[in-house]
């Protein structure tokens, strides 16, 4: 398996601490509002990689935290807390918005055929494992405190821009000036450990510490609940390329003070999904979330089919006449797939082995799923190959792509419930005729609430399952 590393800025090949388990860190998600997909891209990618690292013969342990403590609008410990804003904003408590917001980022993940990570940790359920690495950080002077907080001093630390490539003459040129500049700070990019005074004077969540009631850093979460569940020494950890910095180039800082040594030894980042405006992200207000993709009547596993056919490290833009086209194309397969019957033909264990062979090769080059998808194809259209041997094969190559490839199975539908489906689209057509596409939308809508997807063709409306109804 060979993969690209963040901190060494190269393609390199993996090799395990120990080669029993490979251990795996994913930043999870910040629970005050939906997942967008660009967000959800992230997931995809990490999940590709784990299955990728599972079905070369690794046994992957997996770790991801759910930030339910609060994440600034700004990453240099200013703005306004986003659990807070939200929970305002929805006339709800701060635990009430992580817990609805959690299991709609579960439901996503679900529909997308994601696996779930073996561990699972809230930040709000690790206090004493972050409260007791500060302590170490202050024993051992990299930490300081100031006016009741505690900051972490990268001016103590080696190499502390060696993730992101960046210095701090850049930073500061490229400072916006309209960031909020911490006083109690000995240097303007120190980072809080711990707050106990802050300008949210009536934080939700506080609890006692060492240095007074309070609540921990953003950035402390990760490298506690790492250390808990790792101990010292970590393989892989991902994330966006907004993790980059400072995310990750301070779990870096703190973790290898706190624990002496290298900490983790490959870092791997997914690009942006940008829409024609640019990056996708919350703070526009309007963003695209799985469940409005549905609400159109997209297949959520047509968007991971998307993702997949761009290499990770790639910036990927958005648009429905992209997601379009990933939908005919996966359509088309399925169709094909749906035609490769059963029958009395041995599989051929030579073909196998060398289809395998070539599709194991795309993913241990950095994870090349679009060329992982070009396999796929050759084997499903291939003359070469009977059809038992084409069907162990997709089935195969489904435990790492996950696209539902061979759940083909037809859905009768009760004979009245067809004359009600028939009954509304000949209404919705009669509405589109006169105009009226207000009611057209709300006969659409009531309909894909049922389950139904129509779309209009030059035969006229048809209608088909909704692929979730099916997984139901």
Same mark, same amino acid.
């Given at each position: ?106 439901? #996503? %993940? @679900? *529909?997308? $055929? ?10 709000? +359920? =690790? &206090? ?24 972490? #001093? %990268? @001016? *103590?630390? $080696? ?10 003459? +850049? =930073? &500061? ?300």
């Amino acid at each position: 398996m060979k993969i690209y590393n963040t901190l060494t800025k190269k393609v390199e090949e993996f090799i395990p601490i120990d080669k029993n388990e490979v251990k795996m860190y994913t930043c999870g998600p910040t629970v005050y509002n939906y997942a967008h997909v660009g967000n959800l891209r992230t997931y995809i990618f990490e999940d590709i990689f784990e299955k990728t690292l599972n079905y070369i013969g690794y046994n992957v342990r997996r770790v991801m935290n759910i930030t339910d403590i609060g994440h600034l609008t700004s990453d240099a410990d200013t703005g306004e807390d986003k659990m807070v804003e939200s929970a305002k904003k929805e006339g709800k408590s701060v635990l009430e918005i992580a817990a609805f917001y959690t299991d709609a980022f579960f439901n #996503d %993940i @679900a *529909k997308l $055929n994601i696996k779930k990570p073996a561990v699972i940790e809230k930040a709000t +359920d =690790l &206090i004493d494992e972050y409260t007791k690495i500060i302590s170490v950080l202050l024993d051992k002077g990299f930490a300081y405190i100031s006016n009741g907080n505690v900051y972490f #001093d %990268i @001016a *103590k630390t $080696n190499d502390y821009y060696k993730l992101s490539g960046r210095n701090e003459e +850049d =930073l &500061i040129v490229g400072a916006r000036s309209d960031v909020e500049e911490d006083k109690n700070k000995r240097n303007p990019f120190d980072f809080v450990l711990w707050f106990t005074s802050s300008k949210f004077e009536n934080q939700a969540l506080k609890w006692d510490s060492p240095w007074g009631t309070g609540y921990p850093g953003w950035h402390i979460e990760c490298s506690g609940i790492s250390l808990k569940h790792f101990g010292e020494y970590l393989d892989i950890h991902c994330g966006g390329v907004d993790n980059i910095f400072p995310h990750h180039t301070n779990e870096i800082a703190q973790s290898e003070a706190y624990v002496g040594h290298r900490w983790c030894n490959y870092w791997v980042h997914g690009e942006h999904l940008n829409d024609q405006s640019g990056k996708m992200s919350k703070s526009k207000g309007d963003f695209l979330t799985l469940s409005l993709l549905e609400s159109k009547g997209y297949n959520p596993l047509v968007y991971r089919f998307f993702c997949l056919g761009s290499h990770y490290r790639n910036q990927l833009v958005f648009s429905y006449e992209s997601l379009d086209t990933a939908s005919s194309s996966y359509e088309k397969l399925l169709n094909r797939i749906k035609s490769i019957k059963k029958d009395e033909s041995i599989i051929d264990e030579e073909k196998v082995e060398m289809y395998t062979i070539k599709f194991k090769s795309a993913l241990e080059d950095d994870l090349n799923t679009a060329n992982a998808l070009t396999i796929l194809f050759e084997v499903v259209k291939s003359d070469e190959l009977n059809n038992n041997t084409k069907l162990f094969l997709i089935e195969d190559f489904d435990r790492v792509l996950s696209l539902d490839l061979l759940k083909n199975e037809e859905i009768v539908l009760d004979s009245e419930l067809v004359k009600k489906i028939e009954q509304m689209i000949k209404e919705r057509d009669e509405a589109k005729a006169e105009k009226n596409y207000t009611k057209a939308d709300e006969i659409r809508n009531e309909l894909l609430s049922m389950g139904i997807i129509i779309k209009d063709s030059r035969e006229g409306t048809i209608y088909e399952i909704k692929e979730s109804e099916k997984w139901n």
